[in-house]
């Protein structure tokens, strides 16, 4: 499985972006496909994660509001679309896969396959 992530780029204050991350080989139905995000100096953050059966959509308790996840089953393509974007939003986003959704779909390190990472700068 390989993942490109692309979509990031500079808007202001308020702005929307939609990030897409494109998988290649086959993906199980079982997998998660997640969002994560890291600003320099900081850990990487959860940011929401999609599981690939439903579609159904989870979130970092501080962004359900502003971001929605959702996936595209016949292009093999997850996206995010974040509304009222925020300076704090500025970030290298990257998106990630692994085979069997849990309850530990929000951390980093269960996740086996990343994407290279799109730069989302968000200007005041």
């Given at each position: ?17 939609r ?42 308790e ?31 986003h ?31």
């Amino acid at each position: 499985v390989q993942l490109q992530a692309f979509g990031g780029g500079l808007v202001q204050t308020g702005g929307s972006l939609r990030l897409s991350c494109a998988v290649s080989g086959r993906i199980a139905i079982s997998s998660v496909m997640a969002w994560f995000r890291q600003a320099p100096g900081l850990e990487r953050q959860f940011v929401a994660a999609i599981r690939w059966s439903d579609g159904a959509a989870f979130y970092s308790e501080n962004m359900r509001d502003r971001f929605a996840g959702s996936r595209d089953n016949a292009r093999s393509t997850v996206y995010l679309q974040m509304n009222n974007l925020k300076p704090e939003d500025t970030a290298v986003h990257y998106c990630a896969y692994r085979r069997v959704f849990n309850r530990t779909y929000m951390y980093s390190r269960y996740y086996n396959y990343w994407g290279q990472g799109t730069q989302v700068t968000v200007s005041s």
